[in-house]
């Protein structure tokens, strides 16, 4: 395999759900008011895909362990399978004026090719198909199960960040200049993350990409991005048993909290 990555125990990543293409959902049927959204966690690469792949290329930006993290019984999960060095399934599309970075990235965070030969365009338009459509299809059908239910439903993009690289050490909120949810429901989680003494920033370095922008302007939805750093639950790119289990029951009663609220 040429994941550069560590060998762990990992199998959800090549779990394929109904939903088609490579995802995974967790309670799918649970009648709570928050859909957790994991998009940057999968390590699968696809066979037909992975003969493409340039070996020499790293692939250190995963938001390592996010699914175990904040692993329940009580609320609804949708992660993406696949790398986000193949599809990322949180940028935008490029008939889209908010464009930057590209869906299919052409290169690691040094520069070095991602695949031997970058994908033809018939091929780009498959994987985009194939495993980043299906997983808006599946947020939207989440959503709208769940609206049948709520007044209100939170959608929370969950993503982790090397906080080694940035001058922040802080739970980055983003919210798209304040775009995708209500200044109420802002306030809010908040100051949940304060009652646990995790420190906030709000938009900055990260204001949230197209999963929150999409989403956050469906009436009834308020849409959040959240982003962990690496050092309050990583050692390098494994699990810190003690900050993991510290941070992993923060972030339930957090979530359990904005729930029971809004129930």
């Given at each position: ?5 560590p ?22 049927l649970s ?11 999968g ?14 290329a ?22 993406a399978?696949?790398?986000r ?36 365009k ?62 109420n429901?802002l ?30 302007k ?43 609220e809004?129930?």
């Amino acid at each position: 395999m040429i994941h550069n990555l560590p060998i762990v125990c990992y199998t959800r990543t090549i779990r394929k759900s109904k939903a088609g293409g490579s995802l995974y959902i967790q309670n799918e049927l649970s009648n709570s008011s928050l859909l957790l959204s994991i998009p940057h966690s999968g390590l699968h690469i696809p066979e037909e895909i992975e003969v493409l792949c340039n070996p020499h290329a790293k692939r250190n930006h995963t938001d390592w362990f996010l699914p175990e993290l904040v692993a329940s019984n009580s609320y609804t999960i949708i992660q993406a399978t696949v790398s986000r060095y193949i599809v990322d399934v949180n940028r935008f599309k490029p008939t889209q004026k908010h464009s930057i970075q590209p869906i299919i990235p052409r290169t690691d965070e040094e520069g070095v090719p991602l695949f031997k030969n970058f994908p033809s365009k018939q091929k780009q338009r498959q994987w985009i198909q194939d495993y980043y459509e299906p997983y808006y299809r599946k947020i939207q059908e989440l959503l709208t199960q769940k609206l049948s239910i709520h007044q209100q439903v939170f959608l929370l993009d969950l993503h982790s960040y090397d906080d080694s690289l940035f001058p922040s050490h802080e739970m980055i909120l983003g919210s798209r200049k304040q775009t995708s949810i209500s200044k109420n429901s802002l306030q809010r989680i908040e100051a949940l993350f304060q009652e646990q003494n995790l420190p906030t920033r709000l938009d900055t370095p990260f204001s949230g990409g197209s999963i929150v922008a999409t989403f956050g302007k469906q009436e009834r939805v308020q849409a959040l991005q959240i982003e962990i750093p690496y050092s309050f639950y990583l050692n390098g790119n494994k699990p810190d048993d003690i900050k993991f289990n510290k941070l992993q029951k923060k972030l339930h009663h957090i979530f359990d909290q904005l729930n029971n609220e809004n129930t």
